[in-house]
C-alpha cells in the first residue's frame, strides 16, 4: 500500500459525459501528479500541482482538467468524454520539497469505460 | 527530449531462470534520475528503485539487482532466481531534475515478464 489514495476504482460512462476522479496523496506530500495509462499511448504525464499551484503541464486535453485543494487532496475533471479517454488514470504524489526528482508514490488508479 | 526505451515488449522464463529487463534512455541534461516500477496484474504501480546520474554503482536488493551505465545510457534490471510472484509488467522512468521545474516521469512502454512454474 503506497498511501496514496483513489476514488473511484471504477468508473463506466457514456461519450458526452463528465467525471470526477479524485486523489488523495501520502501524508506530507506536497506535490499531486495525473498519469493516463492507455494501450495505444502507455503511461502519460497530464499535470502536476505542488502545494496548490499548477507546477507542470503535460499532454492534457483541453477538455480534461485539474485543481488541488488546501487540504492537498486532487481532482481530475474530465468532461465531453469520448471512447479514446477510456484508460486507467494514475495519481501519484512526492514530497517534492528540496530533492530533486524525489520518488512519487502511485495511487491503484481508476480505470474509466467510456460506452 | 526524453526518451526512455525498453526494447523487450514480453519475456517468458520458468521459475528459477534469471532474467534481465533492458532500458535505454536518452536525455540531454547531466543530471537526471532513472526508476523502475512494477505493475503486476493487480494493477497498481509498485516503486522498485531510484538512482541518480552521478551514481553508478550497481545495486542490489534481494533477488533484485541494477546495472546502470552511463555510457551506453542504459538501466538494466536482473531478476535472479526468478519466482511466479515476479509476473508483472515492469517499467523504466525518466526524470529530469530541473531547477524550480516539473519531475514529471517519461516512461518506457514496458516490459511485461511471464514466469512459468
Known amino acids: 500500500d503506497s498511501g496514496v489514495t483513489q476514488t473511484p476504482k471504477h468508473l463506466i460512462t457514456a461519450t458526452g459525459q463528465r467525471v470526477t476522479l479524485r486523489c488523495s496523496p501520502r501524508?506530507?506530500?506536497?506535490?499531486v501528479y495525473w498519469y493516463q495509462q492507455s494501450l495505444d499511448q502507455g503511461l502519460q504525464f497530464l499535470i502536476q500541482?505542488?502545494?496548490?499551484?499548477?507546477?507542470a503541464k503535460g499532454n492534457i486535453l483541453e477538455r480534461f482538467s485539474a485543481q488541488q485543494f488546501p487540504d492537498l487532496h486532487s481532482e481530475l475533471n474530465l468532461s465531453s468524454l469520448e471512447l479514446g479517454d477510456s484508460a486507467l488514470y494514475f495519481c501519484?504524489?512526492?514530497?517534492?520539497?528540496?530533492?530533486?526528482?524525489?520518488?512519487?508514490?502511485f495511487g491503484p488508479g481508476t480505470r474509466l469505460t467510456v460506452l | 527530449a526524453q526518451k526512455v526505451t525498453q526494447a523487450q515488449t514480453e519475456i517468458s522464463v520458468v521459475e528459477k531462470e534469471d532474467v534481465t529487463l533492458d532500458c535505454v534512455y536518452e536525455?540531454?541534461?547531466?543530471?537526471?534520475?532513472l526508476f523502475w516500477y512494477k505493475q503486476p496484474p493487480s494493477g497498481e504501480l509498485v516503486f522498485l528503485i531510484r538512482?541518480?546520474?552521478?551514481?553508478?554503482q550497481n545495486e542490489i536488493s534481494g533477488r533484485y539487482s541494477w546495472n546502470f551505465q552511463k555510457s551506453t545510457s542504459s538501466f538494466n534490471f536482473t531478476i535472479t532466481a526468478s519466482q511466479v510472484v515476479d509476473s508483472a509488467v515492469y517499467f523504466c522512468?525518466?526524470?529530469?531534475?530541473?531547477?524550480?521545474?516539473?519531475?514529471?516521469?517519461?516512461f518506457g512502454k514496458g516490459t511485461k515478464l511471464t514466469v512459468n512454474p
Open positions: 522512468a525518466l526524470s529530469e531534475a530541473t531547477q524550480g521545474g516539473s519531475e514529471k516521469l517519461v
Open positions: 501524508s506530507g506530500d506536497l506535490s
Open positions: 500541482y505542488y502545494n496548490g499551484e499548477e507546477r
Open positions: 538512482r541518480n546520474s552521478f551514481d553508478e
Open positions: 501519484a504524489s512526492s514530497v517534492a520539497t528540496q530533492v530533486p526528482a524525489d520518488t512519487q508514490y
Open positions: 536525455t540531454r541534461d547531466t543530471t537526471y534520475y
